[in-house]
T-cell receptor, first 114, second 111 residues
Framework: DTGVSQDPRHKITKRGQNVTFRCDPISEHNRLYWYRQTLGQGPEFLTYFQNEAQLEKSRLLSDRFSAERPKGSFSTLEIQRTEQGDSAMYLC????????????FGPGTRLTVT | AQSVSQHNHHVILSEAASLELGCNYSYGGTVNLFWYVQYPGQHLQLLLKYFSGDPLVKGIKGFEAEFIKSKFSFNLRKPSVQWSDTAEYFCAVTVTDKLIFGTGTRLQVFP
């Protein structure tokens, strides 16, 4: 399968713990996006990368959230000191860039903070 | 701020009924428009997209959508739904390289 992959698919953590999610985009896709989706809502943009450069961050991305894409391939999203309000589906998407705006989504990581 | 509105939150239809899901966006510039679908237990998949040209776009599985610039709308249609169309449908617009999604419409189709 050559689609976007995310790991883990599910994560249950206790409040106050740190968690890290990984996203592997489609090979040679320059752009990588993170979104968050809560129940009954559409995905909300968090941040995106062009190669290894983080080009935009949403105001939703508090200082407890950090994302990296160190070599321009896979990306990680870390949440420090998790709160119950962080419980959501975290989605990753990629696209080749160069004017093609279609984004290809991964299966998501479902985070539950207890 | 840019936004996308989907007026129908939950739609229930019988098989073979016609479907129209509304989508309006608020953004004055050039837009790229999308409909994504999320089948139960699966990830978001692209149904169709509009970048430019013919405002009537056809997607997969018999879906189509019409871009009406004057109404800032991009409604999704299908003449005859099937049970397998049961899913959540999201309208989205690209604004400065990121997608802005509507809240989604849950479609249930009964045999």
């Amino acid at each position: 399968d050559t689609g976007v992959s995310q790991d883990p698919r599910h994560k249950i953590t206790k409040r106050g713990q740190n968690v890290t999610f990984r996203c592997d985009p489609i090979s040679e896709h320059n752009r990588l996006y993170w979104y968050r989706q809560t129940l009954g809502q559409g995905p909300e943009f968090l941040t995106y990368f062009q190669n290894e450069a983080q080009l935009e961050k949403s105001r939703l991305l508090s200082d407890r959230f950090s994302a990296e894409r160190p070599k321009g391939s896979f990306s990680t999203l870390e949440i420090q000191r998790t709160e119950q309000g962080d419980s959501a589906m975290y989605l990753c998407a990629s696209n080749p860039g160069g004017g093609d705006n279609e984004q290809y989504f991964g299966p998501g990581t479902r985070l539950t903070v207890t | 701020a840019q936004s996308v509105s989907q007026h129908n939150h939950h739609v229930i239809l019988s098989e073979a009924a016609s479907l129209e899901l509304g989508c309006n966006y608020s953004y004055g510039g050039t837009v790229n428009l999308f409909w994504y679908v999320q089948y139960p237990g699966q990830h978001l998949q692209l149904l169709l997209k509009y970048f430019s040209g013919d405002p009537l776009v056809k997607g997969i599985k018999g879906f189509e959508a019409e871009f009406i610039k004057s109404k800032f709308s991009f409604n999704l249609r299908k003449p005859s739904v099937q049970w397998s169309d049961t899913a959540e449908y999201f309208c989205a617009v690209t604004v400065t390289d990121k997608l802005i999604f509507g809240t989604g419409t849950r479609l249930q189709v009964f045999p």
